[in-house]
């Protein structure tokens, strides 16, 4: 028995056109050379490479990932790609809870008032 479930390889411009919000597929087409996405023609349809399609759509949460969580930015995309809010969530608290900042100098209290408060 094949359990191999194979992905949905192309996306036909009419679709990326409403994924865009575009209305032309000529405008679709000019979106794809900017950023550098493959379209070919399948049958007689004109299709794009979904991969690099979503690569290109996910570019801008990756940029800001990278930008507020540096150190475990790849762990964040991940709940990100597989819609684990949950994890997302525990991983951004987890690791955006700061240390708490001890002062490096000891105050001493001058008068005497200001030494009680302090013993107290």
């Known amino acids: ?24 597929i000529k405008t679709a087409l000019e979106w794809c050379d900017k950023h550098q996405v493959p379209t070919t023609t399948v049958g007689n349809k004109s299709v794009a490479d979904l991969f690099f399609v979503e690569l290109e759509l996910d570019r801008k949460a990756i940029v800001h990932l990278k930008n507020k969580y540096p150190d475990h930015w790849e762990a964040l995309y991940h709940c990100y790609t597989h819609n684990d809010r949950y994890g997302f969530i525990e991983l951004a608290e987890i690791k955006d809870s700061s240390p708490i900042l001890k002062p490096k100098t000891k105050v001493q209290p001058k008068s005497e008032l200001a030494k009680k408060f302090a013993a107290s």
Not at 6 to 24: A, D, N
Request: hydrophobic residues 40%.
């Open 1 to 24: 028995m094949n359990t191999y479930v194979k992905k949905k390889k192309f996306i036909p411009l009419s679709e990326l056109c409403q994924l865009l919000g575009v209305k032309g």
